[in-house]
């Protein structure tokens, strides 16, 4: 199964964010633990890293914990033919637009996000933390 987390998801449980922390947890350490992949956009890595450092000030340990995403996690990047698509997209965030482009070239199965009603008109199921929860308890 392949998974694309969306920048909420990770920073949640990076930043132990209050109310959405667990459920990140719980869907995250399977992707450590390889029980299926994990995947992040260059631009979620961005802003992860832009975050994070804004959250610890401190440059070398927020290089330290992008250095473990990508040991975890599978890099995604977009084309120029996934950024075309976005900019003709029915989903109207060019972020969220250019999401799906990119985990469409390499067919993701799921996007997990807490955000759902962003991705209403995508090509690929966008779920939340705990129906990935559910899934992978199958």
Not at 84 to 103: G, Q
């Amino acid at each position: 199964m392949k998974v694309l987390f969306d920048t909420c998801i990770i920073v949640d449980y990076l930043l132990d964010r209050k109310d959405f922390a667990n459920e990140a947890e719980k869907v995250i350490i399977p992707v450590i633990e390889k029980m299926f992949y994990g995947y992040i956009t260059v631009k979620s890595l961005m802003d992860t890293h832009y975050i994070i450092k804004k959250y610890l000030h401190n440059e070398e340990k927020t290089r330290e914990i992008i250095n473990i995403l990508l040991e975890s996690f599978i890099l995604v990047d977009s084309t120029k033919k996934d950024t075309i698509n976005a900019l003709t997209s029915s989903i109207k965030d060019f972020e969220d637009a250019l999401m799906v482009e990119s985990a469409k070239s390499i067919k993701i199965d799921y996007i997990v996000s807490r955000n759902v009603k962003d991705f209403k008109n995508s090509s690929i199921p966008t779920i939340t933390s705990k129906q990935l929860l559910s899934i992978i308890s199958s």
